[in-house]
């Protein structure tokens, strides 16, 4: 029988160099770069399942290979799935992101899934020889591709925007036969979730920046699309969200400290109060309980889920302070939305998705035995 409620938990990271507002020191890029390994193995310590960073190719970013930063990481840890919380599939090759994780699966031992998107900079598409008012129909074509260089030895295959294929077999293969496990990630584009829903893939709501509503509408339309193309019921889809927390054992120690860094942040800085977009977004700032209580509302908006990733690095915030979250996080945080969130959760709800999870669903349709949601163990 298997364990009924096994949502994952984990962070993400865009990498951005952000000057702390209350010291005015900027870190170099190799400080950042090193700080964010420094809070991957965090991660994995305090007993976190996934650490996920972004793809960015321009200041103040950091991010640019994100195959090379999450090699590193899995060769210093033994638990933690490696994601990315953004790879570019409209400016990245299909056949280079084929390779590229590929490679990393196998280096992994298959802790390795990555996440789709198109990214939130216009420039990037011009820099890779892209034009941005193509960027639905590159998502759409690019992942075309990509689904069967991971599921076909051979390919042959002609599109609008790049060469043809002829007999091409990309190297090395999945590891086991078996391709990463891929979420396509939207902020706001129900194309994306109807793409998710056709292949059966995973669906990742960003639900930072925007009302709950927003997201969830689009993931409902993920949901009854993943039923309609016959992958399961709608409670089957594999659903995962975003999330935003700052954390001390006083809320209103928490506020305080905050504030300077949301006032300046390069994202929401300037804009809205820290009381107005706390009132409007997920974004939760204040003791542990209260992280834990806003949590679990997710589940009422948007169903049972898979993963729950939450951006605890940015804006400045020095590495101390980030490692401090993470102990919070995974001390006194997750262990309780563990619990909760597995309290009442339906048996047919699928598991957070694993490769080996992935492998024994090859194996029972290989063998003739009904299909399983992604997540689902055998």
């Not at 970013?61 to 994601?83: D, H, K, N, Q």
């Not at 590229?100 to 420039?123: I, S």
């Not at 020889?129 to 129909?137: A, E, F, L, S």
């Not at 929401?268 to 706390?278: A, C, R």
Request: aromatic residues 10%; negative net charge.
């Amino acid at each position: 029988m298997r364990k009924v409620g096994t949502m994952q938990f984990g962070i993400f990271t865009v990498g951005d160099v952000t000057t702390d507002p209350t010291t005015g020191r900027t870190p170099t890029e190799h400080e950042r770069i090193k700080a964010m390994v420094t809070i991957a193995l965090k991660a994995e310590e305090v007993g976190l399942d996934v650490f996920a960073t972004g793809e960015h190719h321009n200041p103040p970013f950091v991010p640019s290979s994100p195959t090379t930063m999450l090699g590193y990481i899995a060769a210093r840890t033994e638990r933690l799935i490696l994601s990315t919380s953004t790879t570019l599939i409209t400016t990245n090759d299909p056949v280079k992101i084929a390779e590229d994780y590929a490679m990393l699966q196998h280096l992994a031992d298959g802790r390795v899934d990555l996440m789709m998107g198109r990214g939130n900079t216009g420039p990037v598409y011009p820099w890779f020889g892209q034009d941005i008012r193509q960027g639905i129909p590159l998502a759409i074509e690019n992942y075309a591709l990509l689904h069967r260089l991971w599921r076909e030895d051979v390919v042959d295959w002609e599109g609008r925007f790049r060469t043809p294929l002829q007999s091409f077999t990309s190297t090395p293969r999945p590891l086991d036969g078996v391709p990463p496990f891929v979420w396509h990630g939207s902020i706001r584009s129900p194309e994306i979730a109807e793409q998710a829903a056709y292949y059966g893939d995973g669906f990742f709501a960003n639900n930072i920046f925007w009302p709950k509503e927003h997201f969830i509408r689009l993931i409902e339309l993920y949901r009854e699309r993943f039923a309609h193309y016959g992958h399961g019921t709608p409670e089957q889809a594999v659903v995962g969200l975003g999330g935003q927390v700052f954390m001390r054992k006083n809320s209103q120690d928490a506020v305080r400290e905050f504030r300077p860094y949301f006032d300046n942040a390069p994202v929401y800085g300037h804009g809205p109060s820290l009381e107005e977009f706390t009132d409007q977004t997920p974004l939760t700032v204040g003791s542990p309980q209260q992280v834990i209580d806003r949590t679990l509302t997710f589940r009422d908006s948007f169903g049972d889920y898979q993963r729950q990733l939450f951006l605890m690095d940015h804006a400045g915030l020095p590495l101390k302070t980030v490692l401090e979250q993470l102990d919070i996080l995974g001390e006194e945080v997750v262990p309780v939305l563990r619990k909760e969130f597995a309290a009442g959760r339906p048996a047919q709800v699928p598991d957070g998705p694993t490769h080996g999870a992935l492998v024994a669903r090859r194996a029972a349709e290989a063998a003739g035995e009904p299909s399983l949601p992604a997540g689902s163990p055998a």
